[in-house]
């Protein structure tokens, strides 16, 4: 899967950013900047950690990798860095020597790091918006990481059945997600009055009755993809139903105004509009919006102020919710109009018409 050309063209960034703020070197350490970097590089151990087992160091003519010597020979045989230009520069794993072969390996120059690190300079803020504009190559593997992570949890959501718990659906999920190595970063399936009473329902003991939501960020190659579906044992209440519908239609009012050269602020604010419209006009204060996706499960979630100007290529996961319903799936945005990533793949599919684009959406499921 590694793309030379992007890679350079990456780098290319990189030493722009670091030329731009009049550095002498650039320090990545989060698991997220790695796999962007690298062309879908993982340099990490534990799925859920933000920082990575390995760090990439680029100064105006060389890159590094620093790491100890338990992650040094995955980094060159798997991970293949040294042919990708990175020389390694391991330690003994009992004698941590990162900062000071960065200080060596810049000769004592000013540094930034995307995170707090002794002797540098935090330029996450700086930093992260390289990552939002995706390349032809990234696209490609996006839409494969949208489509598996679809057709898992649509197979999880396939084989609930009353009585199953929370967590042994996750456990299921878990399983699909794996057979074709996508990480779950976040999960959460909720039974019954538990999709009404929380937002955030992590899996419990408790087993599903009537119906069960489902919800999860998968990443592969670094890129992660955030969609919920929802299954109902017997016919969908028509009260649910309607809630349903309007949520799906908030979220294509989302999807449809997210538009690259944009402020991205105008999109949330035709969505808050759309909660009205639809009569649920105060429910958008339960729960955040949602917002750009990518390498990072939201890289900004969008409220009233924010300042960000949507990027061509640049992924956006919506997430509306009306109390007992809610709408997830992930987009690119682009300059012919939204592209869903995780559109339905087994699951009934609803399809409207908003903003001048047709949108397939999955349906909910009755078994």
């Given at each position: ?285 339960l729960h955040h919006q949602g917002g750009s996706i990518g390498y990072v499960g939201r890289d ?64 909910i499921l009755e078994k």
């Amino acid at each position: 899967m590694v793309q030379h050309e992007e890679i350079q063209g990456k780098k290319a960034k990189v030493r722009q950013l670091m030329a731009q703020l009049e550095l002498d070197g650039i320090l990545l350490r989060k698991q997220c900047n790695f796999s962007w970097l690298t062309s879908g590089g993982l340099n990490l151990v534990g799925i859920a950690t933000e920082m990575g087992v390995a760090s990439l160091l680029i100064t105006p003519d060389k890159e590094y990798v620093l790491c100890n010597n338990i992650e040094a020979p995955r980094m060159e045989q798997e991970e293949q860095l040294p042919e990708q230009g990175y020389e390694v520069r391991s330690y003994p794993w009992y004698d941590e020597q990162e900062q000071q072969l960065v200080k060596e390996l810049t000769k004592n120059g000013r540094v930034g790091c995307d995170s707090p690190f002794p002797g540098t300079r935090d330029i996450a803020k700086e930093f992260n918006p390289l990552r939002y504009a995706l390349t032809p190559w990234e696209v490609e593997r996006y839409k494969e990481v949208g489509f598996l992570t679809s057709k898992a949890i649509e197979e999880a959501a396939q084989t609930i059945e009353p009585g199953d718990k929370e967590c042994e659906i996750i456990g299921r999920l878990a399983e699909h997600l794996w057979a074709e190595r996508l990480d779950y970063i976040t999960t959460f399936c909720a039974a019954d009055d538990r999709i009404s009473r929380f937002r955030h329902p992590i899996a419990t003991e408790r087993k599903i009755e009537k119906r069960a939501m489902l919800c999860v960020n998968a990443r592969k190659w670094g890129l992660i993809i955030s969609l919920t579906r929802f299954v109902q044992f017997g016919k969908v209440p028509e009260e649910l139903q309607k809630k349903y519908a309007a949520n799906v239609y908030i979220d294509c009012v989302l999807m449809a105004n997210t538009i690259p050269g944009t402020p991205v602020v105008e999109a949330f604010k035709k969505g808050i509009a759309a909660y009205k419209e639809t009569g649920f006009a105060e429910e958008y204060q339960l729960h955040h919006q949602g917002g750009s996706i990518g390498y990072v499960g939201r890289d900004y979630k969008v409220n009233f102020k924010s300042t960000e100007i949507v990027q061509e290529n640049q992924g956006f996961a919506w997430n509306p919710s009306i109390t007992g319903s809610k709408s997830e799936d992930t987009i690119l945005a682009t300059s012919t109009g939204p592209v869903l990533l995780s559109k339905p793949v087994i699951f009934p599919e609803y399809t409207l018409e908003v903003g001048g684009y047709t949108f397939v959406r999955p349906a909910i499921l009755e078994k």
